[in-house]
């Protein structure tokens, strides 16, 4: 586990990042570019033992291939995970100035500030090593979406009435549209058969009545902190922890989650359509009853993960603190 002063958090954006050891109150700015990644490297490469970015939209990608292949250790965390953090610390957004880092002669950057006071916080959290596996897995899921919400955009060709030619276009790109996330399935199966890690925690996951093949791939690309974190952090993290989280988290798997919860309920996982069927009895909406079941699935599953044991119905209800 690195020192508190041998973390760096850095904040990424499409020209440049802003980087900071916040126990030390060290702060530069570099320019996105590979001059600026070798600037980076060379301003703490003796003193930094970890490298900490949140995602965001990609571009934190090279800067992490940059540092590890210079043998800085790099974690790529939550965005919302660093911003609940932000909210408990009694700040308002990540931006709040308060408790930046500044240098002399230059605006203070809070970004990295809070990215790295989050990871001298959690450094057991972010302390995880890296998994290139994964990491595709990643992309190809996030592929995988953007081809899902490709055809559903297609399809709306049809709910008109349209020229041949354009009918003729929509069948074309659907169909092709369909060859291509085959393929794309089918390379995420094979990477997760690959990998013993990946195929462990898979196997967990798909034990869950409920869960099916999609919603296994994507908690894998998507959740690699689940079995790492509290239950109350895990159910944040997708944003069904019972708080105001203003609706954040991770809203691709929380929008499979919710589906997978809506099959538990109607009947392929009797635990929770006990459940659901309870809070209904007692008087929950039918929306806020189903919140809950997927709170209580998904700390089932974190717990799951963490204990590396499959579903079992009879030891499968956490305390109901963990689930309120």
Known sequence: ??????????????????????????????????????????????????????????????????????????????????????????????????????????????????????????????????????????????????????????????????????????????????????????AVQTRIAANAKLAAGGAIIHSVPGFGTQFVAAAIAWLPELGHLSNMAAAGLVGIAPYDDDSGGRREIRDLLYMATLAAAAGHNPLIKAYYQRLRANGKKANVALVACMRKLFVILNTMLARGQMWNPAVATPAPAEIA
Not at 24 to 35: D, N, W
Not at 72 to 90: M, T, Y
Not at 176 to 181: E, F, H, K, V, Y
Request: charged fraction near 30%.
């Open 1 to 186: 586990m690195p020192h508190q002063d041998r973390i760096v958090g850095i904040d990424i954006s499409k020209l440049k990042v802003d980087a900071c050891v916040h126990s030390r109150r060290l702060r530069r700015s570099f320019a996105s570019t590979p001059p600026g990644e070798r600037e980076l490297i060379a301003w703490r490469r003796d003193s930094v033992g970890l490298a900490v970015m949140e995602a965001s939209d990609g571009y934190e990608r090279g800067w992490a291939a940059a540092l590890r292949k210079a043998g800085i250790a790099v974690r790529i965390v939550d965005p919302n995970r660093v911003r609940f953090f932000a909210k408990s610390a009694g700040r308002l957004a990540k931006s709040d100035p308060i408790r930046a880092c500044p240098r002399a002669g230059q605006r203070p950057d809070p970004g990295a500030a809070m990215i790295a006071w989050f990871a001298e916080t959690f450094t057991v959290e972010v302390d995880q090593p890296h998994d290139p596996d994964r990491g595709l897995l990643d992309r190809l899921m996030t592929a995988r979406r953007l081809l899902v919400g490709l055809a559903a955009q297609t399809r709306q060709l049809g709910e008109h009435r349209q020229p041949r030619v354009v009918d003729n276009a929509q069948r074309a790109m659907i169909k092709t549209i369909r060859t291509q996330l085959a393929k794309l399935e089918a």
